[in-house]
Nanobody, 120 residues
Framework: EVQLVESGGGLVQAGGSLRLTCAASGLTFGDNTIAWFRQAPGKEREALSCIWNGDGRTTYADSVKDRFTISSDNKKNMVFLQMDRLRPEDTAVYFC?????????????WGQGTQVTVSS
């Protein structure tokens, strides 16, 4: 069974940084994509970033590409999202998703999420 567990969320002041971790088990890490999403109250889920663990390719949403960095440690089956220069509008629940399609397919597996709150 594939399982994903996010951690690293918390409360931070605007301008600060957090690093989120997505720990995966039950899958061949190098064959998959891992994507990060977020969802704020009353808003649609937003795709933020994706990494192809096989070759390290990455993509970013325009809203975060100059502030967030995705990386992976294939030996530990972990993917990280380094978030810098955080803004109050970054406040949301952050999720990771594993699969073949950066979280866009019906077979992608999701974690339970971790709350990020950015105070002004």
């Amino acid at each position: 069974e594939v399982q994903l567990v996010e951690s690293g969320g918390g409360l931070v002041q605007a301008g600060g940084s957090l690093r989120l971790t997505c720990a995966a088990s039950g899958l061949t890490f190098g064959d998959n994509t891992i994507a990060w999403f977020r969802q704020a109250p009353g808003k649609e889920r937003e795709a933020l970033s994706c990494i192809w663990n096989g070759d390290g390719r990455t993509t970013y949403a325009d809203s975060v590409k100059d502030r967030f960095t995705i990386s992976s440690d294939n030996k530990k089956n972990m993917v990280f999202l380094q978030m810098d220069r955080l803004r109050p509008e970054d406040t949301a629940v952050y999720f990771c998703a594993a699969g073949l399609t950066c979280g866009m397919g019906p077979d992608d597996v999701w974690g339970q999420g971790t709350q990020v709150t950015v105070s002004s």
